[in-house]
């Protein structure tokens, strides 16, 4: 409210103004307004899981004690060539796992998805009728701001990480996949760990570009 405040008072300076005015400024304005996330439903069920993540899943923790000095990039290196070398048949029981929990993530999601949907028919009665809500003008597209030469990267979260990591143990893997897998993830330490370590690295890098520039 204070930015819309200040730019409001530095264009007009006092003189009069309607609302299309004020609507024209605010869309052409570089103020940054907040992204709302959609709150995700805990009750929803999980989506099921590939082979390759349930393989890994389990071979994880006995990877770490066999390679106690290997950084999680290299980690994931390992397991995705254990996993190229298995034979289909060594295969077989992950894929096995991996099909019974996508049937149950299908059956658990369609009855989730029944069960809103009749309890929103059973909230709505009828006797009410939602109010028309005007849709917002659309927004200039943004010019994205090109890096100055030699600029640092940006530092990754730890999401970012964990793609990184798993696409370097298997290139072929699902995004869909990867999400449900970092959704079930319960220690995401390592990962924030190297977020954190990036961050760091990323404002030094930027401390000293901005010193030589």
Avoid: C
């Avoid at 370590?197 to 990323?202: I, L, P, Q, S, T």
């Amino acid at each position: 409210m204070a930015q819309i405040a200040k730019l409001v008072s530095e264009e007009f300076s006092g003189s009069e103004f309607n609302h299309d005015e004020v609507h024209k400024l605010l869309m052409n304005s570089k103020i940054k307004w907040p992204k709302v996330k959609a709150k995700k439903d805990p009750t929803k069920p999980k989506q099921g899981l590939s082979a390759y993540i349930i393989f890994t899943s389990e071979i994880r923790e006995q990877t770490k004690k066999e390679n106690p000095d290997l950084p999680m990039t290299d980690l994931s290196k390992v397991m995705g060539a254990k996993w190229k070398d298995l034979t289909d048949e060594e295969k077989a029981p992950y894929v096995a796992k991996s099909e019974a929990d996508k049937a149950r993530a299908k059956d658990e999601i369609a009855a989730w998805e029944s069960s809103k949907s009749d309890s929103g028919s059973d909230e709505d009665d009828g006797s009410s009728v939602e109010p028309k809500v005007k849709s917002k003008p659309k927004a200039k597209p943004k010019v994205k701001a090109k890096a100055k030469d030699g600029a640092p990267k940006k530092a990754k979260n730890s999401w970012q990480f964990y793609q990184q990591v798993k696409k370097a143990e298997d290139p072929d893997v699902e995004q869909k996949d990867l999400r449900a897998s970092w959704k079930t993830l319960e220690d995401k330490s390592e990962f924030e760990q190297m977020a954190s370590a990036d961050k760091e690295r990323y404002a030094s890098e930027l401390e000293a570009f901005e010193a030589n520039n």
